[in-house]
Every structure is written in C-alpha cells, then in structure tokens.
C-alpha cells in the first residue's frame, strides 16, 4: 500500500524585480497562468529573456526550482538561460532541470537504465564511433558480389532520418540514396545488425537518447507516473523545430499537469530536412484546446525598414499563425535590390560595398553574405580573395579545397605541366590498384618516353598493375587529349570532356549522393569559360589569393572575416549588414521546392535570412548565369522578390549598376 505525500510550495523568494524591463507582450507570457501556452516569438523579440524571465516569476511564486523542466535544443541556450537565471534571481544553485532534449533524455535514461538493459553508466556513441560500428557490421553482412554498398556515414544518416522522421527505410534510400534502392533488403540487415549490436555492448547513440525516453515514457508506466509528478512545470523553446518524437515526449511528460509552455516562430520552421515538423507548432491548439496563445512581435533587432520587408514576404504563406514584426528602432536604409549582369558582377559588387561598410565603420564580423545551397558562393570566394578580404565559410569547405575540385585540376594542372608530380599522383591513385608506388613508376615512365600525348594514347605501353588497367585506360585516353591544342585553349570544354570521360562515372560509384558535387563541377565549368586557355586559368587559380588550399592571408585566428554561410548555418544569428545572393528563378526558391509546403518552407528560409540584419539588407541576383546544358541564360527575378516588387508601399529600392 502507497500514500501520495504532497509537498506544499516554499515560500517566495524575496523579489527582485524580474518583471522590470519587459514589454507589455513578454509580461504577459512571464506571468501567464499554469495551463498550456503558445508563445509565437518572432525574431529578435527577447525569446530567451522571455523564458529565462518566466522561470523566475515560477520560482517567485512558489514553485520549486527542481520542479521545472527546461528543454532547449543546443547546449549554449541551456547554459545561457542558466546564467541569465542567476543573474536575474541574484543567487546560482537553482535547480532547475535545464538542458537539450538529448541531455535531459540521458539523464532520465541512466536513472532507468536496468530497464533496457543497460549499464547505469552507459557510453553513448559520438558520430565516428557509430560509423566505426557501423562499417563493421555492413562488412560482415550478406551481399551480392562487386557490389558497392552505401558507406557508413550514410548508413547512419538513413538510419537517424528514419527515427527522427517516423518514415519506413525504403522511401528514404528512394529519396537520399537512390543508387542503392536494389539494396534496401541488404541496407535492412546492416541496421538491424547495427542495432544489436550496439545493445549488446551495453551502448547507445544519439538518436537512442530520444527513443528510448519515449519508450520509458509509453511502455513503462510506473517511470511515467514517476516522471511526470516530478516536474510541475514544461518549457520547450525552439518548439518549431521538434520532430515527431520529441512532440510526443512533451506531450507524454505534460499529460498530468498539462502546465507546459511551448516558445518557437512557425514562420522560422527550415529544418524539415532534419526531421522537424512544423505541424507540431500549428497543430498545439488542437492537442490541447484549453491553451492559450501569446505572440511576441516587438523585435530589438532590425530597423522597420527591414521588418517591412519581412512581414510582407511571410504574409504570403497560409500554414502560420499571423503576426506583424513592428519595433521602436531608428530608421534604417531602405533594402536595396540589385540586378547584376552575371556571377561575376554579383560578385564584385558585394566586394566592393564590403569595402564601402569597412570604410563607414562596419566591422567585417558584422557583414554576412547568405545564400541557398553551398555552390553560390564560388565566384564570391574568388573576388573576396582577389581584394584581400579574409573571409569565414559556415557552411562546407572552401570550394577549391573540396575534393572533387582538386580532383578534376589535377588533371588540367598535368597537362598544363607533366613534371607535376602531385598533381599526376592525386589522379592516379584514384584508380583502385593504383598506390603512390606504382604511381611513381607510370609517372617516371611518362618523363622518359619524350612523347607523352602518344604514350597515353597507349596506356599498354605503361607498367600499369594489371587490376588497374582498365579502370586508368580512359584517365589516361582523355589526358592524351588534353595535350591537344583544341582543349589546352579551353579549359571549360577540357573539363567537360574529362568529365564525360570517366570522372561523373567516378563520383557515381565513390559518392553516395554526388548531386552537389555535379553542381560544384558545373559551376568550376562556368568559372573556366571565361579564361583563354588551361595555363591562364590554372595561373588565376594559382595568383587569386583564396582560391588554392595554400591561402594564409585569413589563417590568424585574430583577423576580422566577413560571414560566408548558407542561411540554415545562420539560423539564430545576427549582423549588421546582410548580403543575400543568387535570388534567381530556381536558385531560391530551388527548382526542386517550387510548390506546395515546400514552397512554404523556401519562404520562412527568406524570411530568415532577410531577419538576420539589423541595417543593411542588400537583395542580388545575376540577370544571367551559365547552365552546363544551356550555356549561357537568362535569369528571372526569384518569385520572392517578385512578390515584394507588388507590394505597396514598396518594400525595396532598386539599384542600377554602371
């Protein structure tokens, strides 16, 4: 026989004035009553004051710090909403449960780990150890022979989408890795395998920190009980961003009081990629009907010049809960819409006005250039390197440090010089059966023929390893040509052709998912048609600071760069100048999210990007581009800015280049 005993409140710390400051929105979310709440923070709105401020107005009252639970989505917003709690209540060792879904989930895990059959002090894989695992499981499965099968960063990326997701295996390998679809059976095995395999080891991965508390919470219910007395009080900032398992932990750990505070923007949803699902936000008023909604529209971040445009844009979309961003900022310079010839222009365009901002006094930290995928920066990586800007990229490698760059300019660069001993073992050693040795005796062969274009003409005339030969027999026929003097005065068709020749076929087999890559290589493409011929390009690679993996002039960690990054990586970030590049007709919106909820999701990433200046906002895109299939093309304004060019008053100022 069990008594419930039930802990009456503590008596209210003395006050500190944890009200001051607050706008009239936030004071109503820090004080609401002890039922469901939606809080709609737009950007730059005081979203983590508001929360941090919420949680001491609970202390205030009564509540017992150890019974709240904070759950946030990065490690800093816990420790900074720690901080900023000490600060506000003027004590620290307030113990509030506060921390990521994933750390509050190991910890509730590890005090029922018997329950999975655990070790207390289980281990939890980081993402090289999982793929260690994982290699090893997919080599000791069955599989057809001379077959590839996918690798195991891939293996775990399938594996992580499908539980954060809620999607069956099959129809993610169709959409992510779509080469290995004759293997979803094998695919299966090697999880499975990986599964077991890790349980028994007494180990978890990352994903397993979400789905083992849900399972805590469905299937144990003596832990559920235990768990949901424990805590009084939810709050979930960043609710947009959850996916199907965290909704439903919240939902399991909210059952019984159902006093639980969800913080997020639906209009700042971009992560559907991850497994985020917006309806979890939309849908929160139907799964609990009694809530009540609150919305947070005064932002402290941009001028109203820039609010204007934003609001306007996302006003667009149906899927939302409207809100209108206003702010008491001053006055701000009205965006500006700039239409560039080509790339190139855009490019040097940005170049220049960096420079401009500098000499006004803008901190080049303070200056972001965003953008929709990772290619669109090529031609802005060079000009910023060619005028001495240093930069910081956010999100990928510089585009000529990337593999798959360095590949294919190995192969002009060996052409352009054949005593290039680097270049020639970078594309040798490509071929399987081909080590540095056996590199190092085809290459000394080469030098000493005296007729290297007819001797590759040959290949039987090498010493090539005989498992080799007939995988270096089209490197070595497509290199001939390059010797020739139609290719040596083009270097975008030399490298069309060594691409046809074997190096897409290449990527095919070795990459996963090689689309970005074809993508990278067209735009490589593009670049070289505008040089004369191989060596004139390789020289403006060579002699354009930035473009070559050797480049020191932004190697000091000390040195102000300007921002690089796609809008995704700056999600939660700010500056005070923000570049937003390539706003062409399938560049952003991409072709393939062009309709639909996916269109929706394309405009919440603008309406993110145009929300991270504080000032200046500076819209681009390049009146025409090249297209590997189409040369040289128009370019049509980006249905976005079409949609603000309607707008009245008008929201942007056009800027005509001379």
């Known amino acids: 026989m069990s008594k419930t005993y039930r802990m009456q409140p503590t008596a209210p710390v003395p006050a500190p004035a944890h009200l001051d400051g607050l706008n009239d929105q936030q004071r109503a979310v820090v004080t609401a009553p002890f039922q469901p709440a939606l809080v709609i923070a737009g950007p730059g709105s005081g979203k983590t004051r508001t929360l941090t401020h919420r949680i001491a107005h609970l202390i205030q009252a009564g509540v017992r710090p150890e019974r709240i639970l904070s759950l946030t989505f990065t490690n800093k917003a816990a420790a900074e909403m720690s901080r900023r709690l000490a600060d506000l209540l003027g004590r620290t060792g307030y113990a509030v449960a506060s921390g990521t879904f994933h750390s509050i989930g190991r910890r509730l895990i590890q005090e029922h780990a018997d329950r999975f059959g655990l070790p207390p002090n289980f281990a939890t894989l980081d993402r090289e150890d999982a793929e260690g695992l994982m290699k090893r499981c997919a080599a000791d499965i069955t599989k057809p022979p001379d077959t590839r099968f996918p690798k195991a960063s891939t293996l775990r990326d399938l594996l992580s989408a499908a539980i954060n997701t809620g999607r069956d295996l099959e129809p993610l390998i169709l959409e992510r890795a779509s080469a290995f679809s004759a293997l979803t059976a094998e695919i299966g095995d090697c999880i499975a395998l990986y599964q077991s395999r890790k349980f028994e080891a007494g180990v978890t991965d990352f994903d397993d920190l979400l789905v083992l508390w849900r399972r805590l919470l469905r299937e144990h219910d003596d832990v559920r009980e235990t768990l949901q007395r424990r805590f009084d009080h939810l709050l979930v900032d960043e609710f947009q961003d959850t996916n199907p398992i965290q909704c439903e932990i919240v939902d399991l750990m909210a059952a019984r009081h159902r006093s639980v505070m969800v913080v997020g923007d639906d209009c700042q949803a971009i992560y559907s990629f991850r497994g985020a699902d917006i309806s979890n936000i939309l849908n929160f008023p139907i799964r609990y009907p009694e809530a009540v909604t609150f919305n947070l529209e005064q932002n402290y971040r941009s001028s109203p010049e820039l609010l204007a445009l934003a609001n306007v844009s996302i006003s667009h979309n149906t899927a939302q809960f409207p809100k209108q961003l206003f702010t008491s900022n001053p006055a701000g310079p009205i965006p500006a819409n700039i239409i560039a010839r080509d790339e190139s222009e855009q490019a040097a365009f940005v170049a220049q006005r960096i420079l401009e901002l500098r000499d006004e006094g803008v901190e080049l930290a303070s200056i972001a250039v965003l953008y929709r995928a990772h290619w669109h920066s090529m031609e802005l990586q060079i000009e910023l390197g060619r005028r001495n800007i240093p930069f910081e990229i956010r999100s990928g490698l510089k585009f000529f440090e990337q593999r798959h760059i360095k590949d294919v300019l190995s192969l002009l660069k060996f052409a352009a010089n054949p005593r290039d001993t680097i270049a020639f073992f970078r594309f040798a050693t490509l071929v399987d059966g081909i080590g540095p040795a056996a590199a190092a005796r085809i ?42 003097e139609e290719l040596q005065q083009s270097p975008s068709r030399a490298i069309e052709r060594l691409r046809a020749a074997f190096y897409d076929d290449l990527l095919a087999r070795i990459d996963d998912n090689p689309a970005n890559r074809i993508r990278d290589l067209d735009t490589l493409v593009a670049y070289a048609a505008g040089q004369p011929n191989i060596p004139a390009f390789l020289d403006s690679l060579a002699l354009d600071p930035g473009t070559g993996s050797d480049f020191q002039a932004d190697a000091n960690p000390e040195t102000e760069r300007v921002i690089l990054s796609s809008v995704h990586q700056a999600k939660g970030l700010e500056f005070q100048s923000v570049f937003l590049i390539w706003l062409a007709e399938d560049q952003f919106p991409s072709a393939r999210s062009a309709t639909g909820d996916e269109l929706e999701e394309e405009r919440r990433l603008f309406y993110v990007a145009a929300t991270r200046a504080k000032r200046d906002l500076y819209l681009l895109r390049p009146a025409t581009y090249f297209s590997r299939t189409e040369g040289r093309v128009y370019a049509r304004a980006s249905l976005f800015l079409e949609e603000l060019a309607q707008s009245r008053p008008p929201t942007f100022e056009s800027w005509r280049l001379e």
């Not at 290297?452 to 490197?475: D, M, Q, V, Y």
């Open 443 to 484: 290459h000394d062969q080469l030098l000493s023929c005296g007729a290297i274009p007819e001797t590759l003409s040959n290949p039987r005339l090498l010493s090539i390893p005989k498992r080799a030969a007939g995988a270096f027999e089209p490197i070595a026929k497509v290199l001939a040509e390059l010797f020739s």
